[in-house]
Each structure stands twice: as structure tokens, then as C-alpha cells.
């Protein structure tokens, strides 16, 4: 059967460009591995890991929160297994949205693994071995991102001692001890689950900072709270095995800078180091398809690979590893392939760490500001200062806005605290519309929000905010 379009993976960027296509006019097939839709995103990233978050959050709140405010008594117990059932109902009800989704649009889902033969041809083959050809006038690849594990470590993953992120949303139990290799978002948000139900939590970083490449004044700042909230962080440290020894593991790290060498022993050690392209085994070689050297996929401006009609976006290309990254090229492609003309802007896409509290980011940090040579204004408010905040006991964190010293356009907005990954959408809104701070300062906001801090970072960084 012959298609206008078929994609080849139905993570957030494979689907969404899928259903988007199919709403422009065109016949779209999806080729998925899996037994579901949704990808790594859907079935065992994104929102498993939120599942959770959210139900240990709850738990650690119950524990620990609420006497506080005059709720005395409540002594939570764990059920784990109740817990899980939770995360599983919550991927169900999302991977058969999708399903539902690619019925509604008349979009044909095609299980099997797909390997692209060159332009307009994909071969599919089933559980069973059985291969079919598929003709497309255009073809995309989505296929995401896997488990990148240490550079230069073996490191033999079991999913029970010696974990991925797939493993970390599956335990049975909760370990005494876990030991996180990488200090992103990954490795914390895990981390945070399971220091929150009772592990003891030590997370060992090759940087001297957490979360890579966020803002440093953000960065430090949130250390120091999930630090308050009893993790252990090793910094500037290498990682040079990971190995079984015993019920469990034991993590040798030596100094980045020079030193001895250290050992700590783990009843479970998660690998949280990133992740890598996922393009093994689809063909795009012997395609002609030119590749990158971490094994993603080259593409030109308009996301077409080096062979007419093959298309690629998300993980395997170029840009941050995000869902949301991944459904705008999707929404993107989808309308080139239709004759429109799509686009993303990548100045304009945030990042969420869906810890307690949350940190979100969008634009330019002041570290990049620096090395750009950009003069800038910082516009700072914390929330020990917003009424909603103390209210809600929740005033750890702050908002920082940094602006164009002469134009006072807003470059770039960064929030550690309650809710920052719903609040910094206002900053990312404005940023896509080329706004000022002066804009988001003079904008009415409702009173008590907790989004009056983001007000106020936009008077700070204009001239000066009210309520400090």
C-alpha cells in the first residue's frame, strides 16, 4: 500500500506528527516496535516517572507537612505495589489515547520494526519474521533516544542491581541505598522518588555542578535544597566501574581533578548519565542516509536528511532531547510536507525538572549571556516574599529574569519553586512574542499567585519590584 507520508517510531514526535499530517489531507502510517504506542516518553519515561513523583510527593507531604498546618496524626503507610498500579494505569490511559487518537484521523498503525530501504521505501518486519514493504512519498524518522550508559565503563544493566530509567520507575521495593550515576534531570527526578519513600540517595556527578547546563545561581541553589532534603552529592567525580558484589553493587569514583579512589556500595545503582540517538538497525546507511558522530541523523533546515523525501526529527537530531522539542518538529514537518511552512523556534523551549520544588528554565542562562558577549539585566524575586508561597509553606525557590540591557527584551526566565513548571510558560509566551520585561511587569496578575514572583523578577529586572 502506498502512503503520502509514514513514520517510523510514535513517541511524542512520531504521533504528533502523524495526527498533525493526517489533519492536513495527507495518508499517514505509523511503524511502532512496540506493543503500544507512545514510545520511550509514554511507556517508561516521562510519564511513569510523573506518576511517581506526584504519588511520592504525596506521601513524603502526608509524612512530613501537614502537622504544620493543623493536621495532626496521619502516619502514612507505603503500599508500593498500590503505588505502581497507579503508574501503570496512568501509562494505559495515555498509550491508548493515542491509539484512539491515530483512529480518530484515519492514521494506520503498523506493529513491527522498521528499517528504511532508501527513498520512498520502508520494510517492516513483525514479531513473527514476517517482512512487508511499505511505499511512501515521504518517510520520517522518530525512532528517539536509549540508555547511553558511562563512557568508557562497562556497565552491565540487569534492571534489578544495575538499573536504567526503566528499571527505576519498576522496583519492588525500595532500596536502603541508591546510587545515582549523573547528576541530571533523570538521575534527580528518580533519585527524588525514592529518597522520598525512604532510600537513602547519593548521587555521584563527573561535573562540579548539577544539571548540566542550566543557570549556575539555579543550579547551586537547588543542590543546597535537595541536599536539605537528605541527598548526598558527589561532585567532580568520575565514575570508574559499577559492579555487583553480593545482594547488590558497589560504584568506584576517583576525583576529576586528581586523587584517590573511592567506593561506595549500593543495594541499587541507577545509570542516569543521558542518552544517545536511538538509529541501530534502521538501515539509514546503506540509504545514504549521512549520519552525526554520536549516531544521530544530519539534517538541513527544513529537517530533510541528506536523501530526498527522508525526513527526521526529535532525539535522533540535533537540539535538547525533549518531548515537547520533539512534538514541534513534528507539527513542523508535518506542515512542510503539506505545502505550509512550518518551523520551531529553539530560542523559545523550555526545560522542567519535576522535582520538589521544580525548576524551570527558558532561553539563555547568564552563563551564555557572558560568553555571547550580551550585556544584560537580572531581575530577581524569591518566594519567602509572595503571600500564595507562605500560605502554601511552600516559598523554597525564586524567579529570575534576565533581559537586553538597552532593549529589555526578555532573553531568558529561570524558577526554582512550587509550580515552576506551570509558571514558566507566561515567560516562554512572551519570549515567542519578543517581549519586554517592562511588558510582563505592567501585565495585571491575579493576587495571591504564586506567578506574582514572576511579575515581580519583571519589575526587578526593569526598574524595581514592589514587594521587596
Same mark, same amino acid.
Given at each position: 500500500?502506498?502512503?503520502?507520508?509514514?513514520?517510523?517510531?510514535?513517541?511524542?514526535?512520531?504521533?504528533?506528527?502523524?495526527?498533525?499530517?493526517?489533519?492536513?489531507?495527507?495518508?499517514?502510517?505509523?511503524?511502532?516496535?512496540?506493543?503500544?504506542?507512545?514510545?520511550?516518553?509514554?511507556?517508561?519515561?516521562?510519564?511513569?516517572?510523573?506518576?511517581?513523583?506526584?504519588?511520592?510527593?504525596?506521601?513524603?507531604?502526608?509524612?512530613?507537612?501537614?502537622?504544620?498546618?493543623?493536621?495532626?496524626?496521619?502516619?502514612?503507610?507505603?503500599?508500593?505495589?498500590?503505588?505502581?498500579?497507579?503508574?501503570?494505569?496512568?501509562?494505559?490511559?495515555?498509550?491508548?489515547?493515542?491509539?484512539?487518537?491515530?483512529?480518530?484521523?484515519?492514521?494506520?498503525?503498523?506493529?513491527?520494526?522498521?528499517?528504511?530501504?532508501?527513498?520512498?521505501?520502508?520494510?517492516?518486519?513483525?514479531?513473527?519474521?514476517?517482512?512487508?514493504?511499505?511505499?511512501?512519498?515521504?518517510?520520517?524518522?522518530?525512532?528517539?533516544?536509549? $540508555?547511553?550508559?558511562?563512557?568508557?565503563?562497562?556497565? !552491565? #544493566? +540487569?534492571?534489578?542491581?544495575?538499573? *536504567?530509567?526503566? %528499571?527505576?520507575? &519498576?522496583?519492588?521495593?525500595?532500596?536502603?541505598?541508591?546510587?545515582?550515576?549523573?547528576?541530571?534531570?533523570?538521575?534527580?527526578?528518580?533519585?527524588?522518588?525514592?529518597?522520598?519513600?525512604?532510600?537513602?540517595?547519593?548521587?555521584?556527578?563527573?561535573?562540579?555542578?548539577?544539571?548540566?547546563?542550566?543557570?549556575?545561581?539555579?543550579?547551586?541553589?537547588?543542590?543546597?535544597?535537595?541536599?536539605?532534603?537528605?541527598?548526598?552529592?558527589?561532585?567532580?567525580?568520575?565514575?570508574?566501574?559499577?559492579?555487583?558484589?553480593?545482594?547488590?553493587?558497589?560504584?568506584?569514583?576517583?576525583?576529576?581533578?586528581?586523587?584517590?579512589?573511592?567506593?561506595?556500595?549500593?543495594?541499587?545503582?541507577?545509570?542516569?548519565?543521558?542518552?544517545?540517538?536511538?538509529?541501530?538497525?534502521?538501515?539509514?546507511?546503506?540509504?545514504? $542516509?549521512?549520519?552525526?558522530?554520536?549516531?544521530?541523523? !544530519? #539534517? +538541513?533546515?527544513?529537517?530533510?536528511? *541528506?536523501?530526498? %523525501?527522508?525526513? &527526521?526529527?526529535?532525539?535522533?537530531?540535533?537540539?535538547?532531547?525533549?518531548?515537547?522539542?520533539?512534538?514541534?518538529?513534528?507539527?513542523?514537518?508535518?506542515?512542510?510536507?503539506?505545502?505550509?511552512?512550518?518551523?520551531?523556534?529553539?530560542?523559545?523551549?523550555?526545560?522542567?525538572?519535576?522535582?520538589?520544588?521544580?525548576?524551570?528554565?527558558?532561553?539563555?542562562?547568564?552563563?551564555?549571556?557572558?560568553?555571547?558577549?550580551?550585556?544584560?539585566?537580572?531581575?530577581?524575586?524569591?518566594?519567602?516574599?509572595?503571600?500564595?508561597?507562605?500560605?502554601?509553606?511552600?516559598?523554597?525557590?525564586?524567579?529570575?529574569?534576565?533581559?537586553?540591557?538597552?532593549?529589555?527584551?526578555?532573553?531568558?526566565?529561570?524558577?526554582?519553586?512550587?509550580?515552576?513548571?506551570?509558571?514558566?510558560?507566561?515567560?516562554?509566551?512572551?519570549?515567542?512574542?519578543?517581549?519586554?520585561?517592562?511588558?510582563?511587569?505592567?501585565?495585571?496578575?491575579?493576587?495571591?499567585?504564586?506567578?506574582?514572583?514572576?511579575?515581580?523578577?519583571?519589575?526587578?529586572?526593569?526598574?524595581?519590584?514592589?514587594?521587596?
Amino acid at each position: 500500500m502506498a502512503y503520502d507520508l509514514i513514520v517510523i517510531g510514535s513517541g511524542p514526535g512520531g504521533y504528533v506528527c502523524a495526527i498533525k499530517a493526517a489533519q492536513l489531507g495527507l495518508k499517514t502510517a505509523v511503524v511502532e516496535k512496540r506493543a503500544t504506542y507512545g514510545g520511550t516518553c509514554l511507556n517508561i519515561g516521562c510519564i511513569p516517572s510523573k506518576a511517581l513523583l506526584h504519588a511520592s510527593e504525596m506521601y513524603a507531604h502526608a509524612a512530613h507537612g501537614m502537622d504544620a498546618l493543623g493536621i495532626e496524626g496521619l502516619q502514612p503507610k507505603l503500599n508500593l505495589e498500590k503505588m505502581m498500579a497507579h503508574k501503570d494505569a496512568t501509562v494505559k490511559a495515555n498509550v491508548d489515547g493515542v491509539a484512539f487518537l491515530f483512529k480518530k484521523n484515519k492514521i494506520d498503525g503498523i506493529q513491527g520494526t522498521g528499517k528504511v530501504l532508501g527513498q520512498g521505501k520502508v520494510s517492516v518486519t513483525n514479531d513473527k519474521g514476517e517482512e512487508q514493504i511499505l511505499e511512501s512519498k515521504y518517510i520520517v524518522i522518530a525512532t528517539g533516544s536509549d $540508555v547511553a550508559g558511562i563512557p568508557g565503563v562497562p556497565v !552491565e #544493566i +540487569d534492571e534489578k542491581v544495575i538499573i *536504567s530509567s526503566t %528499571g527505576g520507575i &519498576a522496583l519492588d521495593k525500595v532500596p536502603n541505598h541508591l546510587v545515582v550515576v549523573g547528576g541530571g534531570v533523570i538521575g534527580l527526578e528518580l533519585g527524588s522518588v525514592w529518597s522520598r519513600l525512604g532510600a537513602k540517595v547519593t548521587v555521584v556527578e563527573y561535573l562540579d555542578t548539577i544539571l548540566g547546563g542550566m543557570d549556575g545561581e539555579v543550579s547551586k541553589q537547588f543542590q543546597r535544597m535537595l541536599a536539605k532534603q537528605g541527598m548526598d552529592f558527589k561532585l567532580g567525580a568520575k565514575v570508574t566501574a559499577v559492579e555487583k558484589s553480593g545482594a547488590g553493587a558497589k560504584v568506584t569514583y576517583e576525583p576529576v581533578k586528581g586523587g584517590e579512589a573511592a567506593t561506595i556500595d549500593a543495594d541499587v545503582v541507577l545509570i542516569a548519565t543521558g542518552r544517545k540517538p536511538f538509529t541501530d538497525k534502521l538501515g539509514l546507511a546503506d540509504a545514504g $542516509v549521512v549520519m552525526t558522530r554520536n549516531g544521530g541523523i !544530519e #539534517i +538541513d533546515n527544513h529537517f530533510q536528511t *541528506s536523501v530526498q %523525501g527522508i525526513y &527526521a526529527i526529535g532525539d535522533v537530531v540535533r537540539g535538547p532531547m525533549l518531548a515537547h522539542k520533539a512534538e514541534d518538529e513534528g507539527v513542523a514537518v508535518a506542515e512542510i510536507l503539506a505545502g505550509q511552512a512550518g518551523h520551531v523556534n529553539y530560542d523559545v523551549i523550555p526545560g522542567v525538572v519535576y522535582t520538589q520544588p521544580e525548576v524551570a528554565s527558558v532561553g539563555k542562562t547568564e552563563e551564555e549571556l557572558k560568553a555571547a558577549g550580551v550585556a544584560y539585566k537580572v531581575g530577581k524575586f524569591p518566594f519567602t516574599a509572595n503571600g500564595r508561597a507562605r500560605a502554601m509553606q511552600v516559598t523554597d525557590g525564586f524567579v529570575k529574569i534576565l533581559s537586553d540591557k538597552d532593549t529589555d527584551r526578555v532573553l531568558g526566565g529561570h524558577i526554582v519553586g512550587f509550580g515552576a513548571g506551570e509558571m514558566i510558560h507566561e515567560i516562554a509566551v512572551l519570549m515567542e512574542f519578543s517581549g519586554s520585561a517592562e511588558d510582563l511587569g505592567r501585565t495585571c496578575h491575579a493576587h495571591p499567585t504564586m506567578s506574582e514572583a514572576v511579575k515581580e523578577a519583571a519589575l526587578a529586572a526593569f526598574f524595581k519590584p514592589i514587594h521587596m
